[in-house]
């Protein structure tokens, strides 16, 4: 079901975009949401009973978070104060905070106070609420597309509670386009509109799940609209031209960008070249910075592939080096060649889990001495010393190998490194179990 009552508020004019003219009226017109705002939802009962507690939305846009913090507010006699983080700073914070002492004091009506985009607040914008929420000055409402755990400073996330609001599904944008194409007050039903099959899933599969912008997308592709027989035909080249240039969302410090790279990289590891080709895209089609892919990729190359091929790291290097050197858009092609290599290859993470062995071993026993046939005699008083004495140059042995104890004593663990069973590190395992392990120089 959609989020979208469509008994849009009657003071918005004809000029209004059409999502905002199609906005519900009630908390029981938002389809979609019912685990925050159905009757039995914790968030509503609170809310029937006059109480509204300090809380944050936070969900993708065009999930509703604004219309639910404004109904909830207007159904609770609260007066509303309404300020975006982008625009609005600590005086307008102070001023707000004082007119609502004023009218908590003289007619003891509670403020509430939503801040759009909360997370374009800065720590000391944010200390700046704190105290007026702790006192009950006001009651805060947040609305955020970014994870609040990273973007909201720690005593205000306490004081809050987080309500997550879900992505809207194709069917149900598909649903909300139609009623407004049926809608001859508010939406677009007096424009005789004629629509090819298909246009409405195509707009819907677009719309990333935001309502918004597939309402805003619909009006757009009605006003660029080819007459036909006294109808307006809207169809597949007409959207194309109007969506041609959609860029897909990502903030490129928010969740969309960490979601959408732990994508890429995952796939890479688990080996599908299919999923990990698909992220790829996703990222250069977002506009993600190519150098960053392609920094990604070098580390791919070691961490999870490392020594069963490796080759691997010279295709990634390879990749970066020729990435900084095309750029986009011939770039995606090489970035698409290393992503496949690195999906396709033999994985092992030996390389990442022996050094990481080998740097706890020293935290935990200390910096043990270096023994003394490892050592350089490059003085006089160092081969008095013994520096150097008893080593043996493998050169000097059958198989250009002798058997020889290169670790400091006393340690916790002397194995870091064990091979993998895939690919070229197969062969690596073979070859020292040979030496180590078959006391043999063959």
Same mark, same amino acid.
């Given at each position: 079901?959609?989020?979208?009552?469509?008994?849009?508020?009657?003071?918005?004019?004809?000029?209004?975009?059409?999502?905002?003219?199609?906005?519900?009226?009630?908390?029981?017109?938002?389809?979609?949401?019912?685990?925050?705002?159905?009757?039995?939802?914790?968030?509503?009962?609170?809310?029937?009973?006059?109480?509204?507690?300090?809380?944050?939305?936070?969900?993708?846009?065009?999930?509703?978070?604004?219309?639910?913090?404004?109904?909830?507010?207007?159904?609770?006699?609260?007066?509303?104060?309404?300020?975006?983080?982008?625009?609005?700073?600590?005086?307008?914070?102070?001023?707000?905070?004082?007119?609502?002492?004023?009218?908590?004091?003289?007619?003891?009506?509670?403020?509430?106070?939503?801040?759009?985009?909360?997370?374009?607040?800065?720590?000391?914008?944010?200390?700046?609420?704190?105290?007026?929420?702790?006192?009950?000055?006001?009651?805060?409402?947040?609305?955020?597309? !970014?994870?609040?755990?990273? $973007?909201? #400073?720690?005593? @205000?996330?306490?004081?809050?509670?987080?309500?997550? +609001? *879900?992505? &809207? %599904?194709?069917?149900?944008?598909?649903?909300?386009?139609?009623?407004?194409?049926?809608?001859?007050?508010?939406?677009?039903?007096?424009?005789?509109?004629?629509? !090819?099959?298909?246009?409405? $899933?195509? #707009?819907?599969? @677009?719309?990333?799940?935001?309502?918004?912008?597939? +309402? *805003?997308? &619909? %009006?757009?592709?009605?006003?660029?609209?080819?007459?036909?027989?006294?109808?307006?035909?809207?169809?597949?080249?007409?959207?194309?031209?109007?969506?041609?240039?959609?860029?897909?969302?990502?903030?490129?410090?928010?969740?969309?960008?960490?979601?959408?790279?732990?994508?890429?990289?995952?796939?890479?590891?688990?080996?599908?070249?299919?999923?990990?080709?698909?992220?790829?895209?996703?990222?250069?089609?977002?506009?993600?910075?190519?150098?960053?892919?392609?920094?990604?990729?070098?580390?791919?190359?070691?961490?999870?592939?490392?020594?069963?091929?490796?080759?691997?790291?010279?295709?990634?290097?390879?990749?970066?080096?020729?990435?900084?050197?095309?750029?986009?858009?011939?770039?995606?092609?090489?970035?698409?060649?290393?992503?496949?290599?690195?999906?396709?290859?033999?994985?092992?993470?030996?390389?990442?889990?022996?050094?990481?062995?080998?740097?706890?071993?020293?935290?935990?026993?200390?910096?043990?001495?270096?023994?003394?046939?490892?050592?350089?005699?490059?003085?006089?008083?160092?081969?008095?010393?013994?520096?150097?004495?008893?080593?043996?140059?493998?050169?000097?042995?059958?198989?250009?190998?002798?058997?020889?104890?290169?670790?400091?004593?006393?340690?916790?663990?002397?194995?870091?490194?064990?091979?993998?069973?895939?690919?070229?590190?197969?062969?690596?395992?073979?070859?020292?179990?040979?030496?180590?392990?078959?006391?043999?120089?063959?």
């Amino acid at each position: 079901m959609n989020m979208f009552d469509f008994e849009a508020s009657k003071h918005l004019s004809l000029g209004a975009p059409l999502a905002a003219r199609m906005r519900p009226t009630s908390l029981d017109g938002i389809v979609g949401q019912t685990h925050l705002t159905g009757k039995d939802s914790p968030l509503r009962k609170s809310i029937d009973a006059g109480r509204i507690p300090s809380f944050i939305l936070w969900g993708p846009p065009g999930t509703g978070k604004t219309t639910i913090a404004n109904l909830i507010t207007s159904t609770s006699n609260f007066h509303l104060e309404t300020i975006s983080a982008v625009t609005s700073g600590v005086s307008e914070l102070r001023t707000i905070i004082s007119e609502s002492k004023s009218r908590l004091g003289m007619s003891g009506q509670r403020t509430a106070l939503f801040i759009d985009e909360i997370h374009r607040f800065n720590k000391a914008q944010q200390d700046a609420i704190l105290p007026y929420v702790e006192n009950g000055t006001v009651t805060f409402i947040g609305a955020t597309t !970014e994870n609040p755990s990273f $973007e909201i #400073i720690s005593p @205000l996330l306490s004081r809050c509670r987080v309500f997550t +609001l *879900n992505g &809207l %599904e194709i069917k149900d944008i598909v649903q909300i386009l139609a009623i407004s194409l049926d809608d001859s007050e508010k939406g677009l039903g007096k424009k005789n509109l004629k629509i !090819e099959d298909g246009i409405l $899933e195509n #707009i819907a599969s @677009l719309s990333g799940g935001d309502a918004r912008w597939a +309402l *805003n997308t &619909l %009006e757009l592709a009605a006003d660029s609209a080819y007459v036909q027989d006294n109808d307006l035909l809207i169809n597949k080249p007409l959207l194309n031209e109007v969506v041609a240039t959609k860029l897909l969302p990502h903030d490129k410090s928010g969740d969309k960008h960490y979601d959408t790279i732990s994508a890429f990289i995952k796939s890479v590891r688990s080996s599908d070249p299919d999923a990990a080709v698909y992220w790829l895209a996703r990222l250069l089609l977002a506009g993600e910075d190519i150098m960053f892919i392609a920094r990604r990729l070098v580390i791919l190359a070691s961490e999870d592939i490392g020594l069963a091929d490796p080759r691997a790291l010279s295709m990634a290097v390879s990749a970066q080096q020729a990435t900084h050197f095309v750029g986009m858009p011939e770039a995606r092609i090489i970035l698409s060649e290393a992503t496949i290599y690195l999906a396709s290859a033999p994985k092992s993470n030996s390389a990442y889990t022996a050094i990481n062995a080998a740097m706890s071993e020293i935290k935990s026993s200390g910096e043990k001495a270096v023994p003394l046939h490892l050592r350089n005699p490059v003085t006089g008083l160092m081969s008095q010393e013994k520096y150097g004495e008893g080593y043996q140059y493998a050169h000097d042995y059958q198989g250009h190998f002798v058997k020889t104890k290169n670790l400091p004593q006393n340690l916790s663990t002397e194995n870091f490194y064990s091979p993998g069973t895939l690919g070229y590190e197969k062969y690596i395992a073979e070859r020292l179990n040979k030496w180590w392990h078959e006391n043999t120089t063959e």
